[in-house]
């Protein structure tokens, strides 16, 4: 405590002297075996209040220990208690390790209390630190274990633990941590280590959503990445000189269980709902061909599927991959596609992938005709409060159903019944494609459109005037588009002319056609 | 030797011919002459003229004409001698054998009449030489010129002449002419005589000198005198004074003058002043143009797709593009009963043309108007009234964009009247401003100046200064005006757009700076466009990085509304496409679609966008989704009551949240002393801290301008075939929730979709196959001999071709017959000589006869 006090004094002196006094503390410690009590000294920089001397005495701390490990002057084994140890009769120089295992000990504790430290360069520290101790460890192992795969779980778990905080968002610490789960043997064992914890956390908050610690989770889970070949796999942390082929972390099969399992694990449990969107838009492109079953995901995939909303637009994806690439039947799915189209599909900000998909259910030309009239007429009828950059999408695409599937031609060009005015027999509350009479509907919508406002609509929309032509129109170009994009694209243009208006204003609210001013005064 | 008998006297015993009517008739009257070409078939409208001939009657009138006239000459042919029968009346069958004889009578009489002056030769020719009678000449008649002295030296008088070349019979014949004065003289020799008039001849020779002196003194004295008053005379001189005084060294200076003249002012007509009928006439006609041209962009490129397709291409077109000659005559074409007229761009050209001109004239105008007054009222300060002129021209200038500066003096006219109304108010105002506003400003070369110029003025006088700089610089005064002004535009929506942002927003500054605005813009399309793009562009962009970043924007700020405010009044949002306005409508799209709705002010600002939302599409009656999307949310924001709702509401509202019910009133009673009136603009920006009732008064003031606005889409947009289909979450809202407000709108909407007809492709025409280009001949159609002249070319080459044949046949006619006289002389020869032959050998076998008879008897 003495010196504690004594090194605030210094502290307050002059930067310097802190890091003077900490070198020489250490150079002390590695020196002899007299000096080994300063590594109190050095240990109680950890809880410093100042981040500087925190993080150089982490420095220093892992120096010592990497030191010792590397002399061998850690005890291995089980660690007798501290007090044991004077009763004991030991030598010396095992005292000394005893000793020295416990102040690592005390020094691992500390250093995974700085990882929930507020300042992140001793986050960053600490994490850099424990990862060398891992590192030590595996080298010169505590324990006198059996087998002779050598790896500090135990560590690691813990770590994985402190990283996976239910408290903090950690996920800047877990970027950092990225770069240690490059490592095979690494990454095999945080991904065993954050099922268990997961199964421990949600099992202690009886599966309520915890926001924050799965928020951790998915970051840590989504950094990590499984090899594609398992000859890549040849980067380790701690070499294992025996029996390299046996070793489970070696095998990419246990690599890809472990991430399902993982996975699965993460997803068995209630989610907040927009981890499900971050979820679901990662799923088929990072998470689906890293495991080796993805059939299993189907469970939690059709329960995305039937929360609504964008969440069922994001599950599509998934559900695309199962059905088209492992074989899934989907009972009802063009029926549960049909019931997902509402107003909103054209405002959420996946509206391109979802189009993207849309397309490809639809492209199918062994569909039914009442079915494709269906969405077709859905289409027409939710475009009426579509704005123009989803008009711009939509439009194309129902020319291209209909172009696809000729007998829905009739939608656009009934000639049979010409002039005889009728109601629209379309139901627009029918959930089932098959009863909703879309097929003996017509398109007034699309006409209703040709009034539209942006030009380009209008054009759009005009074609169903005219029979349709033959090639498709290509609309993967348009689904990115933004109205920025489609504003510059006017503003680009070149124009000879720019018209006025001839009806000069006098004032601001004033105009042959105001309505600004009738609701409205400058005062 | 020609010898020409004329027979002049020889008197025959005239023998009448049979007269030839006589003769002729019953020749075509007789059957076996008359030959009828028979005809096949009668063809109706035809007149024949050859149906009928004489062709022996005929045959023999030609061989009878030939006889007289080839066969004589033919007979005359190598020989010289001609007999010319010139007997008074020898031919004329109109004289009476006993006029005849008297006529020949009288002339023989007379003829030995004049036989006394017989050798006088020509009695009654003039002599002339050289084309001018000698008789003439010789009376000397013509006026020697006095100034003409060159030939005075050649000249002698008479007397001297006579005296000289008369061989001295001059002298003598005077001497005895002179006898009665001279007789008191003793008589002088011819000595004398000689000396006297030699010193006779010098003295005149003298006085002639003197008198020429004076003369030219005279004249000399008259140019001097001339020239002194010449310059009040200025141009008016006429012609022939001038050249008198011309002298060579003075030619250059006539020359110039007369190229002055030549080259001088015409005084032009003035245009007859306009009554106001007329004025008025025009104006409306100009106005109708100017909206069928705005109807015609407010259908836009559809038409001109449709139109384009129509063109034909050949089957010989290989599609590359190329034409071989640019075919820019117009095609006809109807459509929809009406002439298609292409070529409007052509015409929008002209216009520009004319506008160009309309402005130089205003131009000169406006010069025209600051001299007259500099003349009227020097000792004032003019350009205070310049500016207050100037006003009115600038509206003017706004009105103007196709006119010439006809228009422009009725547009004055018109604008006038607005300021007018206002009149004391603003003389008042210009009143304080004569105090301190200087007038003549520099133009702003950036934002920082011209703020520096407006700020810490009141509205009226921001106007005033803004006249002024643009008075002071306007582009006609100097070359770098346009530029200058130009990039006022930019600064001025800059400064207008600070207006609208500060703290509390100063619109009616704006307001007041509004005609101002449009005359530039009226002067530069371009950079207004630009400019306005740019704002426009700029926020855009801004907003959307907002919104990547942090997935919702805020409600554009009010420099924004004010700025798409401004947008509407400056160009024609009714346009299909224009480069300003569809930004315009974009931006308003990307604003009611994507802004969060957190605050009432937000609300406001939305109530703001959804106006000019309204405004935009007024005209052209488009559907926008997104403000009838906007409206609904706002409507939903009024309900409490958030389940089974029966509509979806879109972004940016939410189905349930946290700003979910901003315009629920926290107390229902409070909407008994509420009443209406206009939401102030500034509310926008922030709304002042207010009681729960007031509060709740502001929200009922949003929540009826929102269904006005509703009430007015509803009129807006009930020609639409899913009229129903776009109103009907808006009718299940109102219908559950606030079901006995608004009761109109509720009956606009109907309960059932109104009846269609199903859609039907539109009739399409068959497309013509590919044809050839037609061989066009381009002056087809063009009449032979349009001209007098070019006719009568024709028909006299016409007429030569069937003269020259005529003649061909008739030449061909007139040799057969010559051989035939030929041969028939011939003929009639050889018979002469056979019989001839024939006699003699008659006569020769007599004579032998008898000599042998003879010989006989002797024998015997």
Not at chain 1, 91 to 108: D, G, L
Not at chain 2, 818 to 824: F, V, W, Y
Request: charge should be negative; include cysteine; hydrophobic fraction near 35%.
């Amino acid at each position: 405590m003495a010196s504690s006090t004594d090194s605030n004094v210094k502290g307050e002196n002059s930067q310097v002297s802190y890091k003077k006094y900490i070198n020489t503390k250490t150079d002390r410690v590695l020196q002899s075996k007299k000096h080994a009590n300063d590594i109190f000294d050095v240990i109680e920089y950890l809880q410093s209040e100042k981040d500087k001397e925190v993080i150089f005495a982490t420095n220093a701390c892992s120096k010592v220990f990497c030191q010792l490990f590397y002399r061998g002057d850690l005890y291995v084994g089980d660690l007798p208690e501290e007090e044991d140890l004077v009763n004991g009769d030991r030598s010396a120089e095992e005292k000394y390790r005893i000793f020295m295992r416990h102040r690592y000990s005390n020094c691992v504790e500390l250093l995974l209390e700085n990882i929930g430290h507020k300042a992140f360069q001793v986050k960053e520290t600490s994490l850099c630190a424990l990862m060398k101790f891992v590192a030590a460890e595996g080298k010169h192992p505590l324990q006198n274990l059996d087998e002779h795969y050598n790896f500090p779980r135990e560590l690691l778990q813990t770590l994985v633990e402190h990283l996976l905080s239910e408290k903090e968002d950690m996920s800047l610490l877990i970027s950092r941590f990225q770069e240690f789960l490059e490592m095979d043997d690494v990454r095999y064992y945080v991904m065993s280590s954050v099922r268990d914890n997961i199964y421990r956390v949600m099992g202690r908050n009886k599966k309520a959503v915890i926001p924050v610690y799965q928020n951790n989770v998915f970051t840590l889970l989504s950094t990590i990445n499984v090899p594609s070949e398992a000859s890549k796999m040849r980067h380790f942390l701690v070499r294992q000189d025996y029996k390299l082929e046996q070793w489970k972390v070696a095998k990419l099969k246990e690599h890809k269980r472990a991430f399902e399992q993982m996975w699965l694990v993460f997803l068995k449990f209630k989610l907040p709902s927009n981890m499900y969107k971050k979820i679901l838009v990662i799923l088929h492109e990072s998470i689906m061909p890293q495991m080796s079953d993805p059939t299993l995901l189907i469970d939690f995939l059709s329960a995305a599927y039937d929360i609504g909303g964008a969440i069922s637009l994001l599950s599509l994806n998934g559900l695309f991959i199962l059905i088209h690439k492992h074989n899934l039947d989907y009972p009802d799915f063009y029926k549960k596609l049909y019931s997902l189209l509402d107003p909103s599909i054209f405002h959420v900000k996946y509206r391109a992938r979802f189009f993207h998909l849309v397309n490809i259910f639809l492209s199918s030309t062994h569909l039914p005709a009442y079915l494709v009239a269906a969405f077709v007429k859905r289409f027409a009828r939710l475009s009426l409060t579509a704005p123009p950059t989803s008009l711009l999408i939509l439009l194309p695409f129902i020319c291209n159903l209909i172009r696809r599937h000729p007998s829905c031609r009739v939608l656009i060009h009934r000639p049979s019944t010409a002039e005889e005015p009728c109601d629209d027999p379309y139901v627009m509350e029918e959930e089932d494609p098959a009863q909703c009479h879309a097929l003996e509907s017509s398109l007034w919508e699309i006409k209703t459109l040709q009034k539209h406002y942006h030009p380009d609509v209008a054009k759009a929309a005009m074609k169903i005037n005219e029979p349709l032509t033959e090639q498709e129109d290509d609309i993967s170009e348009l689904l990115e588009l933004s109205t920025f994009e489609l504003m510059e694209r006017e503003l680009k243009a070149e124009r000879k002319t720019i018209p006025l208006e001839f009806d000069t204003a006098t004032e601001l609210l004033k105009s042959s056609r105001e309505v600004l001013g009738v609701h409205f005064s400058l005062e | 030797i020609n010898k020409t008998i004329i027979v002049h006297q020889l008197v025959f015993c005239a023998v009448p011919l049979p007269a030839a009517g006589g003769d002729h008739h019953p020749i075509s009257k007789n059957p076996f002459e008359v030959k009828i070409n028979r005809k096949k078939f009668d063809v109706l409208g035809r007149k024949s003229k050859h149906d009928v001939g004489l062709p022996g009657v005929s045959r023999s009138r030609a061989i009878q004409k030939r006889k007289d006239t080839l066969l004589k000459e033919f007979r005359l042919k190598d020989k010289n001698n001609t007999f010319i029968d010139r007997r008074f009346g020898e031919y004329d069958s109109k004289l009476t054998p006993e006029e005849k004889i008297l006529q020949r009578f009288t002339l023989e009489r007379q003829r030995t009449q004049d036989r006394k002056d017989m050798y006088n030769l020509n009695e009654e020719e003039e002599l002339t030489h050289y084309g001018q009678s000698l008789a003439e000449m010789e009376k000397m008649t013509d006026v020697i010129d006095s100034d003409s002295d060159s030939e005075e030296k050649g000249l002698l008088s008479a007397e001297l002449t006579a005296t000289h070349f008369g061989g001295g019979g001059g002298l003598l014949r005077k001497k005895s002419a002179g006898d009665d004065e001279e007789e008191e003289h003793k008589p002088r020799s011819r000595q004398e005589l000689i000396e006297e008039l030699i010193i006779k001849s010098k003295q005149e020779k003298r006085e002639r000198q003197t008198q020429k002196e004076e003369a030219q003194e005279l004249t000399e004295k008259l140019d001097q005198e001339w020239k002194s008053i010449q310059n009040l005379l200025a141009h008016k001189t006429p012609k022939a004074e001038r050249t008198d005084e011309t002298d060579k060294p003075k030619l250059d200076q006539y020359d110039m003058m007369v190229r002055e003249l030549g080259f001088e002012m015409k005084a032009q007509p003035s245009e007859k002043l306009k009554s106001a009928e007329e004025l008025a006439r025009e104006e409306r006609q100009r106005l109708q143009t100017l909206e069928a041209d705005r109807l015609k962009r407010m259908m836009g490129d559809a038409e001109e797709d449709a139109v384009q397709t129509n063109t034909h291409i050949s089957a010989d077109d290989m599609n590359d593009g190329f034409i071989l000659d640019g075919d820019d005559r117009k095609t006809l074409a109807y459509k929809d009963g009406k002439w298609n007229i292409e070529g409007e761009e052509e015409e929008k050209e002209d216009e520009d043309g004319d506008e160009e001109g309309g402005e130089e004239e205003e131009e000169e105008d406006d010069e025209d108007d600051a001299e007259g007054e500099e003349d009227d009222e020097e000792g004032e300060d003019d350009d205070e009234d310049d500016a207050d002129e100037d006003h009115c021209d600038l509206q003017s200038d706004e009105g103007s964009e196709d006119e010439d500066g006809q228009g422009a003096e009725e547009e004055q006219v018109c604008a006038e009247e607005p300021p007018a109304v206002s009149e004391e108010q603003k003389k008042a105002a210009q009143e304080a401003a004569k105090a301190e506003l200087p007038y003549t400003f520099p133009a702003p070369e950036s934002y920082s100046d011209l703020k520096q110029l407006l700020q810490g003025h009141g509205s009226e006088q921001q106007r005033l200064i803004l006249d002024r700089t643009l008075k002071c610089n306007h582009p006609s005064l100097s070359a770098g005006n346009k530029a200058k002004l130009q990039k006022l535009f930019g600064f001025l929506l800059e400064y207008v757009g600070d207006l609208a942002t500060q703290n509390p927003p100063d619109l009616r500054t704006v307001s007041a700076l509004i005609p101002q605005i449009c005359g530039l813009c009226q002067m530069f399309p371009e950079a207004a466009c630009k400019a306005v793009q740019t704002l426009l562009s700029d926020s855009g962009h801004s907003m959307e990085e907002t919104l990547e970043v942090k997935g919702r924007a805020p409600m554009p700020d009010l420099d924004m509304l004010v700025l798409l405010k401004i947008t509407a009044l400056l160009f024609p949002s009714s346009d299909f496409r224009h480069p300003v306005t569809t930004p315009a409508f974009l931006f308003l799209s990307q604003a009611l679609t994507r802004c969060a709705v957190v605050s009432l002010e937000d609300v406001c600002k939305g109530l703001v966008l959804c106006c000019l939302a309204l405004e935009y599409v007024s005209l052209s009656q488009r559907i926008f989704p997104e403000l009838l999307n906007f409206l609904l949310g706002l409507l939903h924001l009024t309900v409490s009551d958030k389940h089974n709702m029966g509509y979806t509401v879109v972004s940016p509202f939410r189905r349930q949240g946290k700003s979910c019910d901003l315009l629920v009133l926290k107390d229902p009673n409070v909407s008994h002393s509420w009443n209406r009136k206009p939401i102030s603009l500034q509310t926008a920006h922030r709304l002042p801290a207010q009681s729960p009732v007031e509060r709740d008064h502001y929200r009922l003031s949003l929540i009826d301008s929102c269904l006005d606005l509703v009430k007015r889409c509803t009129w807006l947009y009930k020609d639409l075939p899913s009229y129903a289909h776009i109103f009907q979450p808006i009718r299940a809202l109102l219908l559950k929730h606030l079901p006995d407000l608004h009761r109109e709108i509720l009956d606009a909407i109907p309960e059932k979709p109104s009846q269609h007809a199903p859609l039907v492709f539109k009739k399409k025409k068959p497309i013509p196959l590919k044809l050839f280009t037609p061989k066009i001949v381009l002056d087809y159609g063009k009449k032979r001999g349009n001209t007098k002249e070019e006719k009568e070319r024709e028909r006299l080459k016409h007429k030569y071709k069937r003269e020259f044949k005529g003649a061909l046949r008739e030449i061909r006619k007139d040799t057969r017959f010559l051989a035939r006289e030929k041969l028939s002389d011939v003929m009639s020869r050889d018979a002469e000589r056979k019989r001839k032959v024939k006699e003699l050998y008659g006569s020769l076998a007599t004579q032998e006869g008898e000599w042998k008879a003879l010989k006989r008897k002797n024998r015997k």
